[in-house]
């Protein structure tokens, strides 16, 4: 363990300070390179496969430099009205992530006409608006969680309600 110092706690108050100055360097370049990339500046395209492809070498660097480039080309495909979805380097081309689908347990999801337990017919969901489904119950639940306001509480417990019999 580093020692517990005040010259240390100031090295390293340093060290934090010029990594948040480099990310938010990252940030903007690749904000930047992105928004050509769409405009068809292969010389964007060729940057942002070259960066991608040198931060591979770190694993946890990649996984940073995969979330923080999901966030930028979702925010910008959402503003163009390309897409909804976020964008990695794979194969040495910019692409769409492929989102991950869960299945529930028992069932492939793909019967139909079923009967809630209200009596209600209940139209079953494709499996990938049923994760998009899960993904949204669980942001409820977060949000459900963290609510003072009884009545935004009430309705949140009611949407995710609704929401429980399409992730079924």
């Not at 706690?9 to 300070?17: G, H, Q, R, S």
């Not at 996984?63 to 503003?79: G, H, P, V, W």
């Not at 163009?80 to 999801?109: F, H, L, M, N, Y």
Request: hydrophobic share 35%; aromatic share 4%; charged share 30%.
């Amino acid at each position: 363990m580093t020692t517990l110092t005040i010259k240390n706690a100031k090295d390293f108050a340093n060290d934090f300070i010029n990594a948040q100055t480099a990310r938010d360097t990252i940030t903007s370049l690749l904000t930047t390179s992105y928004n050509a990339h769409l405009e068809g500046d292969s010389k964007a395209t060729k940057f942002i496969i070259a960066f991608w492809g040198e931060v591979a070498k770190d694993k946890k660097a990649l996984a940073t430099l995969r979330s923080l480039f999901n966030r930028i080309t979702k925010k910008a495909n959402k503003e163009k009205g390309i897409s909804e979805k976020a964008c990695t380097v794979k194969d040495g081309k910019i692409q769409e992530v492929t989102p991950r689908v869960k299945t529930g347990k028992g069932g492939s999801g793909d019967g139909e006409g079923e009967t809630a337990e209200n009596g209600s017919s209940v139209e079953t969901i494709k499996v990938d608006n049923r994760a998009k489904y899960k993904l949204a119950m669980r942001q409820l639940e977060s949000m459900l969680s963290a609510e003072k306001d009884e009545k935004k509480a009430e309705a949140l417990d009611v949407a995710l309600n609704l929401l429980a019999s399409q992730c079924a």
